[in-house]
């Protein structure tokens, strides 16, 4: 089928299409003009973060440049359909390689995060002083790996130079699909791998089964957020659903993390019964947590994918005008 819009059609730089970051489809946007705008809003906020932030925040700059990835991931997941298999594979290729090389950094400060969290949780059984050992561990090992990156010009050059030539390449996504026909086919592609990687979750809750749900769920919560126009309350409803469960996952999956480091690095703590007693607060949370994650999410996916994917295409048919034509069509 021939391309619906060429790159020829995009609007000059500096255009409202380029400045507008919102993570939302608008009623009356083209689709294929939509998502090239969200995903260049998104790697527009990636390079922002990284190349203007202070020392101080680089730690919030690499976490929320990561998020923007991710979020970048599920836009190209949710249209998948309509740019094409190659690039498709392409840009998801080149964002996942982008957020690993700033991946430790990111893990360093989740460990000390969550730590703390634990803390606050059980300040009866885990006080300060028992983990004073291991929090600053945590705190080196982190400023250790912020400060690596910082510093390594190379990295960081790199980084950058993939979210520049990404930006470029969005404006030339070409399109094989309009309107819903564009993102149905990614949606429910989307809403099924989560449903079946929930019911492996909930047959087996091993921490790998877990994590992989956890990253399904996410790009069901971010597919919301850009339909939200198609039904805003129930696109609201199912993002807060979807966000919790995701939260839950990811918390379990932290909590996972700190368990293999306790285990493995003995010497950060003042002696075995202290370890010990890590181990099993963590277990214990990962339990409530884990429970609490499958008996949302199996509600979250109680539909039948075609089913799911017909009441937001009806609420996009009823809300959405019929043909929004490109911005220089």
């Known amino acids: 089928m021939a391309d619906l819009q060429t790159p020829e059609a995009l609007p000059p730089a500096g255009s409202f299409f380029e400045t507008d970051r919102g993570y939302e489809l608008r009623r009356d946007e083209y689709v294929p003009d939509g998502i090239r705008r969200i995903a260049r809003g998104q790697l527009d906020d990636a390079h922002d973060q990284l190349e203007h ?14 998020k923007s990835l991710k979020r970048l991931r599920a836009c190209v997941r949710l249209s998948r359909h309509a740019i094409g298999e190659q690039s498709y594979r392409r840009e998801n290729t080149v964002f996942r390689m982008t957020g690993q090389r700033l991946s430790d950094a990111r893990d360093a400060r989740v460990l000390r995060e969550t730590l703390g969290e634990l803390e606050d949780r059980y300040p009866d059984e885990l006080p300060p002083l028992l983990t004073h050992r291991l929090r600053e561990r945590l705190e080196h090992d982190h400023e250790r790996e912020l400060t690596t990156l910082n510093e390594d010009d190379r990295t960081l050059g790199a ?13 030339d996504w070409t399109f094989e699909a309009d309107g819903f026909e564009a993102l149905r086919p990614g949606l429910q592609r989307v809403y099924r791998r989560g449903r079946k ?11 790998e089964h877990l994590h992989d749900v956890r990253k399904r769920v996410k790009d069901l919560w ?11 309350k129930q696109m609201k409803k199912l993002s807060k659903r979807a966000h919790e469960v995701a ?9 996972a993390v700190l368990r293999d480091y306790a285990e493995v690095h003995p010497q950060a703590f003042a002696d075995e019964a202290t370890r010990q007693t890590l181990l099993a607060l963590i277990e214990r949370r990962r339990d409530v947590l884990e429970r609490k994650a499958l008996k949302l999410g199996k509600r979250l996916y109680s539909q039948s994918p075609k089913r799911f994917v017909g009441a937001i295409e009806r609420g996009w048919r009823k809300r959405v005008p019929r043909s929004p034509r490109p911005v220089a069509g």
Do not use: C, W, Y
């Not at 932030?53 to 990561?66: I, L, M, N, Q, Y």
């Not at 990687?197 to 921490?207: G, I």
């Open 159 to 171: 980084v950058l130079d993939e979210l520049e030539s990404a930006r470029v390449r969005a404006a």
């Open 222 to 232: 971010h597919a919301s957020q850009i339909l939200r126009p198609a039904a805003p």
């Open 247 to 255: 939260n839950l996952l990811g918390d379990n999956h932290d909590l």
């Open 53 to 66: 932030t202070s020392t101080d925040d680089f730690g919030k700059a690499v976490h929320e440049t990561r």
């Open 197 to 207: 990687r929930m019911r492996v979750a909930r047959k087996d809750p091993t921490a």
